[in-house]
């Protein structure tokens, strides 16, 4: 009953309107019986000395009857001061109870006041007590999920600007370096000075476009273009598409499709996207004469893809972040092997998401290969 009572404030409003009332009530029944009384005996008293003295002067029944009309004329008297006395004792008791009802109803909500300023100011930790059930705290209880999410963009917002220039630092560097011997003849005007420019360059080049595509992608400003999707048309694409990098690292390409026709619900570029990133990583991280291996099945109502190398692995440690933006395992190593910033997994991971499927990433340890999986829903 009273948890009933507690998660409606209308219903406490009322009910506190209704004690204010009873107090007022009460009050004021307690101060009457005390209240007339005394007055009606302080002013009987008072008439009583006058009727003495007008049946002194003998005026018999006629008396008698004006002294009844004194009598409730009198209790008139007495009877509205002692009301006076007692509706003032209870107004003052109503008043009391008022604002203690009014300062509990009113507490949250200038705590929530207080803690939008503060979060305006730019505060984004602050956080409002949850103290009950009704509609104030579930005000407050979503105050404090808004907050919350706030203070993770923001953070999210930070750690960008930050890993942005910490990106751009290194080829910048690289560049200036090379600009500055070139000047100074510390460095000769080669082609291999110059290319080495170019390929940091290239690299600032692919770093914007990654930033992009992946602004782009967290936003949700593209447009899905969902339709039913051929399977095996799928694989061979990008299989056709990256067989020459394949064939130039001497790592082997494989895939497999289940006999029958499969159909997913898919964006087809999207899919194309995702596809050519997991194999382009596996490529990436797996040394001469490795292999990588596509391979699709049904798993319930879904497909399932999967990217297997025999490549460099992932320590344990490393999986849970794999998909998180910029996160590389080796970072030198991954510059070296002429790997990105460590984006092309976080969108991977936001374009399989925008079509109902799931990603994840597995690996039995350092050099001992990954896999990389993802589902998109199936038709047939
Ligand atoms: N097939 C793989 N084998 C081993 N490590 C991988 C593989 N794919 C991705 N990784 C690791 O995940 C990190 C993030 O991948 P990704 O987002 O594609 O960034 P990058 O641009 O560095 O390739 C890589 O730097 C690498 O450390
Ligand atoms: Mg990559």
Same mark, same amino acid.
């Given at each position: 009953?009273?948890?009933?009572i507690?998660?409606r404030?209308?219903l406490?409003?009322?009910?506190?309107?209704?004690?204010?009332i009873l107090?007022?009530v009460v009050?004021?029944?307690?101060a009457?019986?005390?209240?007339v009384p005394s007055?009606?005996?302080?002013?009987?008293?008072?008439?009583?000395?006058m009727?003495?003295?007008?049946?002194?002067?003998?005026?018999g029944q006629?008396?008698?009857?004006s002294g009844a009309?004194?009598?409730l004329s009198?209790?008139?008297?007495?009877?509205?001061e002692?009301?006076k006395?007692?509706?003032f004792?209870?107004?003052?008791?109503a008043v009391?109870?008022?604002?203690f009802?009014?300062?509990?109803v009113?507490?949250?909500l200038?705590a929530?006041m207080?803690?939008?300023?503060h979060?305006?100011?730019?505060?984004y930790?602050?956080?409002?007590?949850?103290?009950?059930a009704?509609?104030?705290?579930q005000?407050?209880?979503h105050f404090n999920q808004m907050?919350?999410?706030l203070e993770g963009?923001? *953070?999210m917002? /930070?750690?960008?600007?930050?890993?942005? $220039?910490? @990106?751009? +630092?290194?080829p910048?560097?690289?560049?200036?370096?090379?600009?500055?011997g070139?000047m100074?003849g510390v460095?000769?005007?080669?082609?291999?000075?110059?290319s080495?420019?170019h390929?940091?360059t290239?690299?600032?080049n692919?770093?914007?476009?990654?930033?992009?595509?992946?602004s782009r992608?967290?936003?949700?400003?593209?447009q899905?273009d969902?339709?039913?999707v051929?399977?095996s048309?799928l694989v061979?694409?990008v299989?056709k598409?990256?067989?020459h990098?394949?064939?130039?690292?001497?790592?082997t390409l494989?895939? *497999?499709?289940? /006999?029958?026709?499969?159909?997913?619900l $898919?964006? @087809?570029? +999207?899919?194309i996207q995702?596809?050519?990133?997991?194999?382009?990583?596996?490529l990436?991280?797996?040394p001469?004469?490795g292999?990588?291996?596509?391979?699709?099945?049904r798993v319930?109502n879904?497909?399932?893809?999967?990217?297997?190398?025999?490549g460099?692995?992932?320590?344990?440690?490393?999986l849970a972040?794999?998909?998180?933006?910029?996160y590389?395992?080796?970072?030198?190593?991954?510059r070296?092997?002429?790997?990105?910033s460590?984006?092309?997994?976080t969108?991977?991971?936001?374009?399989?998401?925008?079509?109902?499927?799931r990603?994840?990433a597995e690996?039995a340890?350092?050099?001992?290969?990954?896999?990389f999986?993802?589902?998109?829903p199936?038709?047939?």
């Amino acid at each position: 009953m009273s948890d009933y009572i507690n998660s409606r404030l209308g219903l406490k409003l009322f009910l506190s309107y209704l004690v204010v009332i009873l107090v007022g009530v009460v009050v004021l029944l307690i101060a009457s019986q005390f209240a007339v009384p005394s007055a009606f005996g302080r002013h009987m008293m008072g008439t009583g000395m006058m009727m003495g003295n007008g049946q002194g002067q003998g005026q018999g029944q006629g008396a008698g009857q004006s002294g009844a009309q004194v009598g409730l004329s009198e209790f008139r008297l007495s009877f509205f001061e002692a009301l006076k006395y007692a509706a003032f004792a209870a107004i003052i008791a109503a008043v009391a109870v008022g604002i203690f009802f009014s300062r509990r109803v009113i507490a949250p909500l200038r705590a929530v006041m207080a803690a939008t300023q503060h979060i305006s100011d730019g505060h984004y930790d602050e956080r409002v007590h949850v103290d009950g059930a009704d509609e104030i705290s579930q005000l407050a209880a979503h105050f404090n999920q808004m907050a919350e999410k706030l203070e993770g963009v923001e *953070s999210m917002r /930070r750690r960008l600007i930050g890993d942005v $220039a910490h @990106e751009l +630092r290194t080829p910048l560097t690289v560049i200036k370096g090379s600009m500055e011997g070139l000047m100074d003849g510390v460095l000769p005007a080669s082609s291999e000075t110059y290319s080495e420019i170019h390929r940091e360059t290239d690299r600032l080049n692919h770093l914007v476009d990654d930033l992009q595509e992946l602004s782009r992608v967290e936003a949700r400003a593209y447009q899905l273009d969902i339709r039913s999707v051929d399977v095996s048309n799928l694989v061979a694409t990008v299989v056709k598409r990256l067989g020459h990098q394949f064939d130039d690292k001497r790592v082997t390409l494989t895939s *497999s499709l289940p /006999r029958d026709p499969m159909q997913v619900l $898919a964006d @087809e570029g +999207r899919a194309i996207q995702i596809l050519t990133n997991l194999i382009g990583n596996a490529l990436q991280y797996t040394p001469s004469d490795g292999q990588v291996s596509l391979d699709v099945s049904r798993v319930g109502n879904e497909a399932q893809f999967l990217v297997k190398d025999t490549g460099v692995g992932i320590p344990p440690e490393h999986l849970a972040h794999i998909f998180d933006r910029f996160y590389r395992v080796d970072k030198s190593r991954s510059r070296q092997n002429g790997g990105g910033s460590g984006i092309g997994l976080t969108i991977a991971h936001h374009l399989v998401e925008a079509q109902g499927g799931r990603i994840w990433a597995e690996s039995a340890g350092e050099s001992k290969g990954s896999v990389f999986a993802f589902t998109l829903p199936l038709i047939k």
